[in-house]
Structures are given as C-alpha cells and as structure tokens.
C-alpha cells in the first residue's frame, strides 16, 4: 500500500495587486491595533476600515474575519490575526498561513490566495514566502486513505497563489520551491505514521522506503530480511523481534550528493508497534503506539527531501523496523543478548525496546559506513515526555558544535529542541551485574538520561547526538500548522541543519 493524500497545492508566485487576483478567495495578515482610512482609495484598505470600525476583527492572533468585499476580483476576504507586532516572529507566520489555507480549504475554495505575513516589514521576503508555503502545506495535511464513506466530501485546496513584490518573485520562486518539496517528504512520513500497525508491518515500511528510492536516482535502498539480521549478529534486534509473527527488515538508505568524504549517519527506530512485550503497556492509549517508527520515519523522509532538494552532502539512513509483541518466543526480563558491536545487553525491560534495536543500527551503521558523525531519532522515552511535554525534542550529546547547528535549526524552523545533559556521573545507570551493560536503570533514575548513556555505548567516540521525540512526533490536538496524529517531526529541523553544516 503506497501513500495515497495528494503532495499539497500547486505554488504560485503572482506580483498583481491583492484586489486584481481571481482566485474562490484572498487572505489577509493584519497586527493587533492595525488601523486603515475609511476614505482610502485603496478597496482593501477601505475593506479593512469597515470591519475594523464596526469592532468585528482586532487583530488578535490567529483571529478570523471572512468578509465579502467591492471591488475585488475574489469573492471572498479573509482577515488573519497576526497579534502584536513586536512578537510576531517565523512560527506565527507559519500558524497564520496554515488558518488562513485550512480556513479557505473548509469554505471550498480550489484557488486561494495570500500576502504572506510580515514579508519586507517584520522578516526578509525569503523567510515570509517559506514560513507562508511550510504554514499552508503543513496545515492543509489530511489522513483519509481509509475513509471509504463521503470521500466526495473531503475538500482540497489544490492552487495557491503568493503576493510579492515583483523585485522579490524570482527568489521567492526558489524559496516556494525548496520549501514545498521539504514539507511534501513530511507529509508522506505523516501519512506512514498515522497509517495503522497492520497496515504498516516492518515489510510494509521497507517497501514505502524502496519504492521512494526508486523514484529517485541519486538514493540507494537495501532490504535487509531475518536470516540476514541474524547472520549479522545483530542479536538486540533479533530479539526485539523474536516475539513476532512478522519478520523484520532493517533498512538501508544511501544518498550521495557529494562523491568524496564520509557520511553523515542518520539511524531511526522503527518500532511499527509497541505492545512493550512481556512487560506490556496499560491499555489506555496503546493505540497510538503505531507511532513508535516516527524516527525512522524522520530518517528516510530527511533523505527524501535531501534527494529532492540536490543537497551537496552524503548521508546514510538506516532504519531497523518491526514490531514489538509478547509472542511464545519473545524476550524475557532478565535475558541477555549479544549486540552487533559485542557488548552483551542484559534485557532490563522488554518496553525500553527501541534502544536495543538503535544500539544495533548505530553500531552497523559505524562500522559499515566509517561515518564522519552521527544523529538518531526515536520515540524513546516517557520521561522525556514528562519533563519537556509535546512541544519540545529531547537532545543529548557531548558535541557542542552539532549542538548550536541544531539549536539554530530549531530556532528557524519552529520544532524546539532542548539539550539535556550527559555527565560522568550518570555512566553508571546502565550498569549491568551479570552483562556488560542494561538497557534500562533502576527506579527513580531519569530513563531519558540512561536510554541516552546506553546509546552512546554503540558510536564510540564519534561525534553523535540523540534526539527523543517521544513527546513531539504525536499531536492529540490539531494545531494551524500541525494536525492532529502523526507530525513529521524531524525532517525540517535535520534538513535546515544539515543546510547549515551539520
């Protein structure tokens, strides 16, 4: 089963005047206390004036007016919020353009139209014309492939159209560009991750990778199956996988947009789902855990849009995938289990499965590929959750440098990260009695801290960060620029780093 939503709406550039453009509507960003002359004559700012004078629209962040104007080619005007100007900044402008395109979407209208907020005034037009393009692709994201009941009903918005000055139309092209390839590779890897535990086996997510590479000739893709896991010696993840009646697949994504030089390792977890095994999770929310691949989502969706984009970098994907259930062969608390690189693992707990299945995937991504550093992402751990919520990524690392060009990453593209620590005190919480190391601590210690200590047995002294996810790859509510499910977490934050000399 392939991804079936369409890639997003068609992107134009237009330098006519608000009033002349014949789109089903028109979208407007507007500051808290914006005023217009009545007397204008200007139709849009007399449009304004009106509705402003009659206390229906105040500017107030993400605030909404629909109104029908004269004189205008459109029928429809959408006055947006934008709220105070001296906090607007890059993510109200992406909130601003995912209301006004969602806003515009559930009125039926095909063609839209708008002035992306704060363009030339509050930011650069390159960054307005992206945060505009990220905010209405991103927001106009829907799940429907198993819908099979008022499928006529779904509504898309299938062009729109960007208002800039006519100096800035060829940069903003590029920028438009650049920026809707980025978010349809988010949009697919959203679709897999809302996309249920029986629809996406480790066999199904290996087939959404091949088939991507395909499409593209600068990506290599292997399939690794059982015996060959086995074979290898990958015994942490053959074990995760013991309990299963579908087989594994580790997945391997070769992209090359520069020949010399070693590559950049991206490894993701790709739990498909996670009943946690033996030591299985309550009931309540177990649904959700077909989430548990969002890393190695994140992965193949970064070397998508790397591909897509012709970056001047080499990077390596690898993705070991499969499911995590309480079968008559799965792990026990209390096993022990040699991994790729040699270390025996004692089995702490059968639910801290995704490192056992990263510690594999890092140590073979190392020694098969001599990278030159190291990134994983996974949906580790609870505590991260508990100590950063749903609106900020988990990051450990000892690296200062890949530190900053993360921060800044997060900083431009909306999706916060925040550095937690690794100190030599905590190097023992993994310690194990009868293995070399545990792959949970005891009681009362920090779970996020020891799954990030247990990683780093597996890179050596490589240049490595961790990212958890756990509480950003899943949204319970639907945002302006992030519906509710899966988010696609990653791939804008690794791809704006990666621009920046990751």
């Not at 199956?225 to 015994?235: F, K, N, P, T, Y």
């Not at 008559?328 to 702490?348: C, M, N, Q, R, W």
């Not at 949970?440 to 990212?467: C, M, N, T, Y």
Request: proline share 5%; net charge negative; glycine share 12%.
């Amino acid at each position: 089963m392939r991804a079936v939503n369409g890639p997003g709406p068609q992107i134009r550039i237009l330098t006519a005047d608000l009033p002349e453009v014949a789109t089903d509507g028109l979208a407007v960003g507007l500051f808290e206390g914006q005023r217009a002359e009545p007397e204008s004559p200007d139709p849009l700012l007399r449009a304004i004036a009106r509705v402003v004078g009659l206390g229906d629209f105040h500017g107030k962040f993400l605030q909404t007016c629909l109104v029908y104007p004269e004189g205008f080619a459109a029928p429809r005007l959408l006055l947006v919020g934008l709220g105070k100007a001296d906090e607007f900044n890059r993510d109200r402008a992406r909130k601003a353009a995912g209301a006004a395109a969602t806003r515009m979407r559930d009125l039926g209208a095909k063609r839209a139209a708008l002035r992306p907020a704060g363009g030339g005034d509050r930011l650069p037009w390159r960054d307005a014309v992206r945060c505009a393009v990220e905010g209405a692709y991103l927001g106009l994201y829907q799940h429907w492939e198993f819908k099979t009941e008022k499928r006529d009903e779904i509504n898309a918005l299938d062009e729109l159209s960007l208002l800039v000055p006519a100096a800035e139309a060829e940069s903003a092209g590029t920028e438009a560009r650049d920026a809707a390839v980025v978010c349809q590779a988010v949009n697919w890897i959203r679709t897999l991750v809302n996309r249920p535990g029986n629809a996406l086996t480790a066999a199904a997510f290996a087939e959404e990778a091949r088939a991507m590479a395909a499409e593209r000739p600068g990506i290599r893709c292997t399939i690794l199956g059982r015996d060959e896991i086995r074979e290898l010696g990958m015994g942490c993840f053959a074990g995760v996988n013991a309990g299963s009646a579908d087989p594994p697949r580790l997945i391997v994504l070769e992209y090359d947009g520069e020949r010399d030089g070693k590559p950049l390792a991206l490894v993701g977890k790709g739990i498909t789902f996670d009943t946690g095994g033996l030591d299985i999770k309550a009931k309540a929310g177990m649904e959700q855990m077909k989430d548990d691949m969002s890393g190695g989502a994140a992965v193949v969706g970064t070397i998508r849009a790397a591909a897509d984009l012709g970056l001047p970098i080499r990077l390596v994907g690898i993705v070991p995938a499969t499911d995590n259930m309480p079968g008559s062969h799965a792990i026990k608390p209390g096993d022990v289990l040699k991994s790729y690189s040699g270390l025996t693992v004692e089995v702490g707990n059968t639910d801290a499965e995704g490192r056992l299945v990263l510690a594999d995937g890092l140590a073979y991504a190392c020694k098969q590929f001599g990278p030159r550093a190291v990134v994983d992402m996974a949906t580790l751990t609870g505590s991260v959750y508990v100590a950063l919520g749903s609106v900020a990524t988990g990051m450990f690392t000892l690296d200062d440098r890949m530190a900053r060009v993360l921060e800044g990453a997060a900083e431009a593209t909306g999706e916060r990260i925040w550095r937690l620590p690794l100190w030599p005190e905590h190097e023992d919480l993994v310690d194990s009695d009868i293995a070399d190391i545990r792959n949970q601590g005891e009681p009362g210690d920090s779970d996020g801290i020891a799954a990030a200590v247990f990683l780093k047995r597996f890179v050596g002294d490589l240049p490595w960060v961790h990212l958890d996810i756990a509480g950003t790859s899943w949204a319970d509510k639907k945002q302006p620029y992030i519906p509710k499910g899966g988010t696609g977490v990653g791939v804008r934050l690794l791809i704006e780093a990666l621009r920046n000399g990751l």
